[in-house]
């Protein structure tokens, strides 16, 4: 299946959709100080940067439906799909980390993974796992940060 795509209107679409939920969500993740102490708000980087997204994202939007200036690209499903199932794993295993822990989502994603793209040898599975594991308590004990664990 084959689906042709403006990519500068969609491109303009996502993205000021995105930049705009940003902008409404950054006053709950950011906090202000709360002594003003003269420095730059930590908002302002942010700010411009979104502003500017969706700045961009205006005139990708005119350039494609007013001056009907367009870059189409052809998406086929049978080329894009192993890219899009990997992602899918990827997105599967944030989830896992954050509603199972780390060391178990290690545990059931990274040998799908492996075994999506074709690896068959034990000795990978057992490693793959294994500096998953070590990389837990690498970050737990040496770097003192803490990963989600068994249970979230």
Do not use: N
């Not at 902008?23 to 100080?33: E, I, K």
């Not at 075994?115 to 057992?126: D, H, K, S």
């Amino acid at each position: 299946m084959k689906i042709k795509i403006k990519s500068y209107l969609w491109s303009g679409i996502v993205m000021g959709i995105f930049s705009v939920l940003m902008l409404a969500a950054m006053p709950g993740q950011v906090r202000l100080p709360m002594f003003d102490s003269g420095a730059p708000s930590p908002r302002i980087i942010p700010g411009i940067c979104l502003v500017g997204m969706a700045v961009c994202s205006v005139i990708l939007i005119v350039q494609s439906v007013v001056f009907k200036k367009e870059k189409e690209i052809e998406f086929d499903w049978a080329k894009e799909k192993p890219c899009v199932v990997l992602i899918a794993l990827l997105c599967a295993y944030v989830a896992l980390t954050i509603y199972i822990g780390f060391i178990p989502a290690v545990c059931i994603i990274f040998p799908v993974l492996l075994f999506y793209c074709g690896e068959r040898g034990p000795f990978i599975y057992i490693f793959t796992v294994a500096a998953g594991i070590g990389i837990f308590f690498l970050f737990k004990y040496v770097f003192h940060v803490s990963l989600p664990g068994i249970g979230g």
